[in-house]
């Protein structure tokens, strides 16, 4: 099974996950500034260059291509992927840095995540035209017109990649295992995010107490693009 992987720079290995829809060129803006580390850019399954696969086969193929010891970035659904493989692998995770992201998306009574019908209307208008509802997103997240155009994914996601990524987000839930997870911890939330609302920030201090928060005032479900300098303080700050 294939898993098409980018790597820049050298240094400190920093692995990089994406977000439903997109594939790991979302993150090519920050090569420049961040070249003084080994960027690991990873395509999940189904989206950009990485085949289909379940959880078990990315897992073990993906653990055997990276460096012993590495910092694990997840963006949305990347950071679902990211806290699994985290609380799965900890002798391998140094630093567990998840942007706009949570161990559970659903919402419950008991957890302010999102509706599902959201998921199921963005996954609809994804499979009819993937180019114009990812450039509307990159739009809706500050990223206007031409500028966020070089962040759409080189190759289109598969409906495999869709259908898989949304059953991945209505389903994992990674509240009790991320608790077993005790190294550096950080979790990047944006103020106008309607994703992941900073009522779920509130209910993750509450249960991850030992973990850092940090809040982009003025940034929706996409900081690293919209922020991107004080994204990179952020992770510079935070990996030491």
């Known amino acids: 099974m294939n898993i098409s992987i980018h790597s820049y720079g050298e240094g400190y290995p920093l692995v990089f996950f994406h ?3 997109f594939d790991s060129q979302v993150w090519s803006p920050l090569i420049p500034k961040l070249l003084d580390f080994q960027l690991i850019f990873v395509d999940l399954p189904g989206f950009g260059h990485s085949q289909m696969m379940d959880w078990d086969v990315f897992k073990t193929n993906l653990i055997n291509q990276l ?6 970035i997840g963006w949305s659904m990347g950071g679902l992927y990211a806290m699994r493989l985290a609380v799965e692998e900890p002798e391998r995770v140094d630093y567990l840095i998840n942007v706009t992201s949570s161990p559970r998306f659903l ?11 959201v998921f ?5 208008k994804l499979s009819n035209d993937p180019h114009t509802t990812l450039k509307e997103f990159l739009e809706l997240n500050g990223l206007k017109s031409n500028d966020g155009l070089h ?5 289109l996601p598969s409906p495999e990649g ?3 990524g949304l059953k ?5 839930d990674l509240r009790v295992k991320l608790k077993q997870f ?3 911890t950080c979790f990047i939330f944006g103020r106008l995010d309607p994703i992941v609302p900073i009522k779920t920030m509130n209910s993750m201090q509450l249960d991850y107490p030992d973990a850092h928060y940090t809040l982009f005032k003025r940034a929706a479900h996409m900081p690293f693009l919209s922020h991107a300098d004080l994204f990179i303080d952020e992770v510079r700050g935070f990996i030491k």
């Open 182 to 184: 005790n190294k550096p």
């Open 19 to 21: 977000g439903w829809g």
């Open 67 to 72: 460096p012993e010891k590495f910092a694990l």
């Open 162 to 164: 869709l259908e898989s």
């Open 107 to 117: 919402y419950t009574d008991l957890w302010p995540g999102v509706s599902q019908e």
């Open 168 to 172: 991945i987000l209505e389903t994992w």
């Open 151 to 155: 962040h759409l994914p080189q190759k």
């Open 120 to 124: 199921k209307k963005f996954f609809k």
